[in-house]
């Protein structure tokens, strides 16, 4: 089942991509006054194709408005975003991504998130393997073998942080200004938790608006890797399918 899940993502790259070269990117506001390309639209169309041969639930950013009523009872289902990162991709700044998550019992059990612009593909989840595949190369993810608590990294002198380039907010500066010397790596959509994936940060702050489909992919990946994304206030992970898909504030490490 994952190869061909993984070769979608790969194909609605390609058609983001051949978009993305154009003059024309045919945008249009949504209900929510977010944007939503002719890109968003072609890659959930090709994501959709390959999902429903699974016959799992599918929750998309770009799909139909399904009520909680219908969905809190499933046990299984597809969460997807065919196109985090849709301002960036407007932007043309590269940093955008296709984000396909497996949830299972509320949790992300297997994610997926292609590059468009680059090519890469990070994939993994729970007793799966995490792989990066570069240049046509798979490589293995290392996992972290000695796990800490939040308390003992932020004492870390010189941490790499990463941030939202879009949604860099005083909150966020707060906890940057409790560390020891940070620096920041500031980038759009799913490639700031990619930056811990590829360990090029320690630590993700997210104090401003995310929704389920913009995490999950990432937070599987992550999980297999020994990281956590634990809820500002609860310190409990983030849960999936909750009536309201809003994402409270997390910090990924």
């Known amino acids: 089942m994952y190869p061909e899940i993984i070769a979608s993502a790969i194909e609605a790259g390609e058609a983001i991509l051949a978009i993305y070269q154009t003059a024309n990117l045919e945008i249009e506001e949504k209900g929510d006054g977010s944007p939503l390309t002719k890109a968003d639209k072609m890659a959930h169309a090709i994501i959709q194709k390959a999902l429903n041969k699974t016959g799992l639930p599918i929750l998309s950013e770009e799909g139909s408005q399904i009520s909680y009523s219908e969905r809190k009872n499933w046990k299984k289902y597809w969460l997807v975003d065919p196109l985090d990162g849709t301002k960036e ?3 043309r700044n590269g940093e955008f991504t ?3 998550a497996l949830i299972e019992n509320g949790k992300p059990i297997y994610g997926i998130i292609h590059v468009p612009v680059t090519g890469e593909t990070f994939f993994g989840g729970k007793d799966v393997e995490a792989v990066k595949i570069e240049n046509k190369l798979r490589f293995s993810l290392r996992r972290k073998s000695n796990p800490s608590s939040l308390m003992e990294i932020m004492k870390t002198n010189k941490l790499k942080v990463v941030v939202s380039r879009s949604h860099l907010n005083t909150e966020t500066e707060t906890f940057l200004s409790k560390l020891s010397n940070p620096e920041t790596v500031t980038m759009g959509s799913s ?5 811990l994936v590829d360990s090029k940060a320690d630590l993700y702050p997210r ?5 389920e489909w913009d995490t999950a992919a990432a937070h599987a990946i992550l999980n297999s890797l020994g990281y956590k994304i634990f809820q ?12 309201n898909l809003l994402n409270p504030n997390f910090i990924c490490f």
């Open 98 to 100: 296709v984000n396909i």
């Open 232 to 243: 500002k206030q609860t310190k409990s992970e983030l849960i999936y399918n909750k009536e």
């Open 89 to 91: 991709f407007i932007r």
């Open 207 to 211: 104090f401003a608006p995310t929704m």
């Open 191 to 195: 490639l700031k938790f990619l930056a």
